[in-house]
């Protein structure tokens, strides 16, 4: 075991707060890695306020992490010691399921479903697991992705763990490409990787934002066009003809006034997993039109290596805004009010 600095929420109330935890020193198949960076997630934020049930504190939060390998065990073949490397959202699975098989852990079918970077074992079947927000993390070598990106570009890329696989996934499972068009609603972590990501596949794609110093940017980040989704004339001109709409917001909204825009047999994916309900959306709007609304939860190791590689050879990284580990509970607060470009980084290095 090795004593690591962490941070950590204590209840859901009080803020973030140093904590010393333990690594298990590493197995046979375990990396060891020196955390550098690590993004800050809307989720990070649901957990350590305590807004979804289920959570166990102390809580160190952080699933978006890059670093360098320090020490590796003696079966792994991954990655090597001084090679960069990420975790996102997992660090283990049952490996035996149908969707291990196919490599989407995190819909493992095994009795414990996957088990989370933080807050892991959240059936209290196991000891609590600790994210991020430290100076060090231990994992098998199947939860570790390999980093293609030059280090000059490293923070850009630790939001990638999980914003950007959390909308890699959906439009690469509903076939977005050339010639569909695809809206991102909510241009916050998730949604501007969502932009840059659906823009690099080739579609056309219209940013819904509240914030209307958004749009601009949303255009640079790669949008073909930005509309104030609450302005009914910037509408509805969209209206039934979207084929896909990925829906990123992180706060209960009308659901009907995008799947009003979105064409026969077309889709919204949601996946932003807000405290409180949606209002239940009008069965009516999809019944004429056959439309769908979907979830989509973060993506497999397979695939998260494929995004990785895939923004390695395009040049695509996060727009982040960096920040030091003490300053996590302003970094949430400016979140709640949609003010970040677009990911907040903790540089690790203020930790240590
Ligand atoms: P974020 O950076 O806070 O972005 C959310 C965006 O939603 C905001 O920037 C804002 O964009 C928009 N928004 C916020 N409040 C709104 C409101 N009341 N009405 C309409 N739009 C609003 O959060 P994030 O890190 O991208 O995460 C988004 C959500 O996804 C969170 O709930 C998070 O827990 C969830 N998540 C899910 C998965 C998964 O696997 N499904 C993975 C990661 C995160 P505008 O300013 O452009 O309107
Ligand atoms: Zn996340
Ligand atoms: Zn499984």
Redesign the pocket.
């Known amino acids: 075991m090795t004593a690591t600095r962490a941070f950590a929420a204590q209840n859901g109330q009080t803020p973030l707060a140093e904590m010393s935890i333990d690594r298990r020193a590493p197995g046979p198949k375990d990396v060891a890695i020196d955390i550098l960076y690590c993004g800050v997630?809307?989720?990070d934020l649901?957990t350590a306020r305590g807004e979804w049930n289920g959570v166990r504190f102390p809580c160190v939060p952080g699933h978006e992490i890059v670093g360098r390998v320090t020490a590796v065990g003696g079966d792994v073949t991954k990655v090597k010691v001084g090679d960069l490397a990420g975790v996102g959202?997992m660090v283990d699975s049952c490996r035996t399921c149908p969707s291990c098989q196919e490599g989407l852990e995190?819909y493992c079918e095994g009795p414990h479903s996957f088990q989370g970077t933080y807050n892991g074992w959240n059936d209290g079947s196991g000891e609590n697991t600790y994210g991020g927000y430290s100076a060090a993390i231990v994992v098998d070598e199947h939860f570790v992705l390999t980093v293609g990106h030059d280090e000059t570009d490293l923070a850009g890329v630790a939001p990638l763990l999980?914003?950007g696989i959390?909308t890699w996934s959906p439009l690469r499972h509903w076939q977005v490409g050339p010639g569909k068009k695809v809206g991102v609603?909510?241009?916050?972590?998730?949604?501007h990787m969502g932009v840059k990501l659906a823009h690099a596949l080739g579609a056309h794609v219209v940013?819904?934002?509240?914030?209307a110093d958004?749009k601009q940017d949303a255009l640079d980040l790669g949008a073909d066009e930005a509309v104030l989704?609450r302005d009914r004339a910037e509408m509805k001109p969209h209206r039934g003809s979207f084929d896909f709409i990925l829906n990123?917001?992180?706060?209960?909204?009308d659901l009907d006034a995008f799947t009003a825009l979105l064409k026969r047999d077309g889709t919204m994916v949601l996946?932003?997993?807000?405290e409180h309900p949606h209002p239940s959306p009008s069965v009516g709007a999809l019944i004429f039109g056959r439309k769908a609304i979907a979830?989509?939860?973060?993506g497999g190791i397979p695939e998260t290596q494929e995004m990785l590689d895939f923004c390695a050879e395009h040049g695509i990284t996060s727009d982040i805004e960096m920040i030091r580990m003490q300053e996590i509970d302003t970094a949430y607060d400016r979140?709640?009010k949609?003010d970040?470009k677009?990911?907040f980084v903790i540089d690790m290095a203020s930790l240590k």
């Open positions: 997630c809307h989720s649901h959202c995190q999980c914003a959390t609603v909510g241009i916050g972590g998730l949604g940013a819904f934002t509240t914030s958004k989704s990123t917001v992180a706060a209960p909204h996946v932003g997993v807000p979830g989509s939860l973060i979140m709640l949609s970040v677009y990911r």
